[in-house]
């Protein structure tokens, strides 16, 4: 494994078990058995390497997020659906992830803006495998990703009665989100 690749990982380890509270050049140092200067030498700042980190973080949970909502649906309704239900549980499971779902906590991750050009891009991914069901949809796919993130960010960050468990929220997003988008069951 490359240096560069060694302190990402370092810096993922240690957002996934203090937060990005508890992120420092130092602790990424001690983890992954390099020195502070080199790790200066491959990350000029700490919001830097939270960057990159938090970065590598996400494609690893499209991945898992994507395989699960594929397992799940049998339409594109359902995929959307299933997408936010597993993008949600990953958000609310992982420390490493907080600063993406509570940007408020002091990343300037996706440029400061929880639904700038990256959140969006980040989205986007999630919902490409939507074209399978409905390749029509691919003029649409940014408004969509766009809608998502937004109803993700509250599903992470609020809980009712209606969102509390994953057969809740189903049901509450089926009625509430996929009318309002154009994908079909």
């Keep these: 494994m490359d240096v560069h690749t060694r302190i990402v990982d370092a810096a993922i380890q240690r957002m996934a078990t203090a937060g990005y509270e508890g992120l420092s050049i130092s602790s990424v140092a001690r983890l992954s058995g390099l020195s502070r200067p080199t790790i200066y030498a491959h990350f000029g700042t700490l919001d830097q390497l939270a960057a990159e980190a938090l970065e590598a973080a996400a494609v690893q949970v499209i991945s898992r997020v994507v395989e699960r909502a594929r397992d799940e649906a049998s339409s594109a309704a359902d995929y959307v659906v299933e997408v ?102």
């Design 84 to 185: 936010m239900v597993a993008a949600r549980s990953e958000f609310r499971s992982s420390p490493a992830l907080a600063p993406i779902a509570f940007p408020q906590r002091g990343t300037i991750l996706f440029d400061g803006d929880a639904v700038g050009p990256g959140a969006l891009e980040l989205s986007r991914s999630f919902l490409l495998p939507l074209l399978e069901f409905q390749p029509e949809l691919e003029e649409e796919l940014e408004e969509i990703a766009e809608t998502c993130l937004r109803w993700l960010v509250s599903l992470v960050q609020f809980e009712s009665e209606r969102s509390r468990s994953d057969s809740k929220l189903r049901a509450y997003l089926h009625r509430h989100l996929v009318p309002g988008l154009s994908v079909t069951s």
